[in-house]
């Protein structure tokens, strides 16, 4: 690893992880270090929006999910595939004896949701009752399946501390927006005026310069 580099951040940050951020910077020790930084800004800005769009497409697939079904628990019922099962099974079991349906939509990932929108279930699921869950969406499935897809993987890298500057975040912020308006419109408008994602993508450059002190 170069020097220049506070050795608290090598400790806690650890030199692979850097080496992107160097490689990225080309080399340039105080470029990587604010790039490392701004792409904790920018995942921390993110974090409330994907919190929006997480809550707003479970409830909502589970709701339709119960009503086609006729009951709270309709993974009980529905046709899951040996994953899907499985996924449910994990849930349940980090839920206490007496766990509700809630507890275990709860504790049921993003991709357990995501992954309802797949063509196995198309029959099953969303011809009948799956479609319902997305108001606002009128094309077909896969294209709702992909961009699900990329969000999912948004998500993931952002929770697991990864990087995420090098992609077209303009693009992933209007993704999300664009498929949280099909499950909830009121909530695609009502989170934009606490969303700081577009204010820290423009200053991106200053920050990586050291013109401005990173936040977060």
Request: aromatic share 10%.
């Amino acid at each position: 690893m170069s020097s220049g580099i506070p050795e608290w951040m090598v400790s806690v940050y650890s030199s692979p992880r850097f080496e992107p951020y160097l490689r990225h910077s080309g080399g340039d020790v105080a470029r990587a270090v604010n790039l490392y930084h701004w792409n904790v800004m920018v995942s921390a800005a993110f974090y409330g929006p994907l919190h929006t769009f997480e809550l707003a497409l479970r409830n909502s697939v589970h709701d339709r999910l119960s009503a086609h079904f006729g009951q709270e628990d309709w993974w009980n019922r529905a046709p899951l595939d040996n994953e899907g099962r499985r996924l449910v099974r994990q849930a349940r079991a980090r839920c206490r004896r007496s766990a509700t349906p809630d507890d275990v939509v709860t504790e049921l990932s993003l991709g357990f949701w995501s992954a309802l929108v797949a063509r196995r279930y198309d029959r099953d699921l969303w011809v009948p009752a799956l479609h319902r869950a997305f108001p606002g969406y009128r094309g077909p499935r896969r294209t709702l399946q992909d961009q699900l897809y990329s969000l999912r993987l948004l998500r993931n890298r952002i929770m697991h501390h990864e990087p995420i500057h090098h992609r077209h975040l303009e693009a992933d912020h209007a993704k999300l927006y664009l498929v949280l308006s099909y499950v909830n419109p009121e909530a695609a408008s009502g989170i934009k005026p606490f969303d700081r994602v577009p204010e820290v993508l423009l200053v991106k450059e200053q920050v990586c310069r050291g013109d401005l002190p990173p936040s977060f």
